[in-house]
Structures are given as C-alpha cells and as structure tokens.
C-alpha cells in the first residue's frame, strides 16, 4: 500500500490522492439528489462516504467528519449508527484502496452492512434480555 500523496492528509495509510473526483464536492452534493436515490441506503452511504473522504475537504477531522455524515445518513433513513472499529482500520482503510482501484464501492458497502449486522443483532440481543427471553 502506497503512501498517500495528498498535500493535506497526514494518515499516510492510504492512497486517497488517487481518487478521480478528489475536489469535485459540488458532483457529490448534485449526485444524492439523483444518482443515490436509486441505490439502497447501505450502497448511497457508502459511496457518499468514499467519495467526501476522497475530496478531503479539510486540513484536519475528514475521517471523523465522514464518519458523522455516515452514520447521520443511516439514522436518517431509520438505521442505528455504526461504529468504525480502530482494530478494523486495515479493512477500512482497504474498502478505500479497492474503490480508487477499481471504481467499485463493494468493499466499503460491505463493511457498513456487516457493521449494521452486528448492530442490529446486538439491539435484538437487548430487547429479547428485556423480554425475558
């Protein structure tokens, strides 16, 4: 994995200056309003995120940033937030490595989608603890 290039990312970790539409945020405000309607929420939040993280918008906080306007896009559309786990930084930092690669948002969806697995079965855990099941 290459060093990233980018003049205001100082992570290192991956090659975000190989995105194609690093400083295009007005396609990416445009597109929500039509090419991610007609994609499930999980695949619209993924490529949103892909793509702000790749526009790096800021000198500092992108990643947390994204991370909020990824899980304020999931709650929105009546999901719960997931948690970017650190111990799964590699796998995270990889979902963006393939997508500059290879132009498809699989990996990053993929990964939410398992995050809000998780999440989700930890709630039902809860509620059937609650129940007495």
Known sequence: MEACACPYCRCG????AAFP?????????????????????????ALFHLRFESIH??????GRTGRLLMNLQLIKAGYPPVNVKFADRRRYYEAFDSYATTGSPEAMVTLIADYLTERLQSMLEIIDTAVGK
């Open 21 to 45: 539409d690093r400083a295009d945020g007005g396609a990416l405000l445009a597109d929500m309003d039509t090419v991610y309607k007609r994609l499930h929420v999980v695949e619209q939040v």
């Open 13 to 16: 970790d991956h090659a975000c």
């Open 57 to 62: 918008p800021f000198i500092d906080g992108n």
